[in-house]
T-cell receptor
Framework: DTGVSQDPRHKITKRGQNVTFRCDPISEHNRLYWYRQTLGQGPEFLTYFQNEAQLEKSRLLSDRFSAERPKGSFSTLEIQRTEQGDSAMYLC?????????????FGQGTRLTVV | GENVEQHPSTLSVQEGDSAVIKCTYSDSASNYFPWYKQELGKRPQLIIDIRSNVGEKKDQRIAVTLNKTAKHFSLHITETQPEDSAVYFCAASLGSARQLTFGSGTQLTVLP
């Protein structure tokens, strides 16, 4: 599968612990997005990178959340001091940078459960 | 910011019938409207999209219509099949970053 890959697929953590997720976008896709999806809802935008630059952050992204894309390839999303409300599916998506609007390809997601 | 509303939240149809899902958006500057299909436990996958300079687009059994004046767009699935059963999300995009604002989803069930 040469699509967007995310690791791990599932993560169970105790409240207060830190967790880190990884996303590997489709090769040569400049844009990378993180979304969060809770049960019965559509994905909600968290943050966006173009190459290594983090260009936009949603107000949903509290100070406990940090995302990086150090070399413009893979990205990590870290949540510090996890809370039960952080339990959700974290989706990564990538798209190429073109003049025209292009499709965002999603990964399978990382399902986080905070107990 | 952009707000997208989607109706209905659940939809059951008999196999072979048509299904229609409707969305409205708030920001008139939005210019890209994709539809994603998400099967249980799987990633959202794009099934069709439309840009603001087009009123309608078809791809086999799937079509999308856009009314910019009313700020709404709809997904039409004809000759539904059981494998069409899934959650469908509409979305709208504003600006060059192309971040998507999603609707809350429609659970479509096609009864054999």
């Amino acid at each position: 599968d040469t699509g967007v890959s995310q690791d791990p697929r599932h993560k169970i953590t105790k409240r207060g612990q830190n967790v880190t997720f990884r996303c590997d976008p489709i090769s040569e896709h400049n844009r990378l997005y993180w979304y969060r999806q809770t049960l019965g809802q559509g994905p909600e935008f968290l943050t966006y990178f173009q190459n290594e630059a983090q260009l936009e952050k949603s107000r949903l992204l509290s100070d406990r959340f940090s995302a990086e894309r150090p070399k413009g390839s893979f990205s990590t999303l870290e949540i510090q001091r996890t809370e039960q409300g952080d339990s959700a599916m974290y989706l990564c998506a990538s798209s190429p940078t073109q003049g025209a609007i292009t499709e965002a390809f999603f990964g399978q997601g990382t399902r986080l459960t905070v107990v | 910011g952009e707000n997208v509303e989607q109706h209905p939240s659940t939809l059951s149809v008999q196999e072979g019938d048509s299904a229609v899902i409707k969305c409205t958006y708030s920001d008139s500057a939005s210019n890209y409207f994709p539809w994603y299909k998400q099967e249980l436990g799987k990633r959202p996958q794009l099934i069709i999209d439309i840009r603001s300079n087009v009123g309608e687009k078809k791809d086999q059994r799937i079509a999308v219509t856009l009314n910019k004046t009313a700020k709404h767009f709809s997904l039409h699935i004809t000759e539904t099949q059981p494998e069409d059963s899934a959650v469908y999300f509409c979305a709208a995009s504003l600006g060059s970053a192309r971040q998507l604002t999603f609707g809350s989803g429609t659970q479509l069930t096609v009864l054999p």
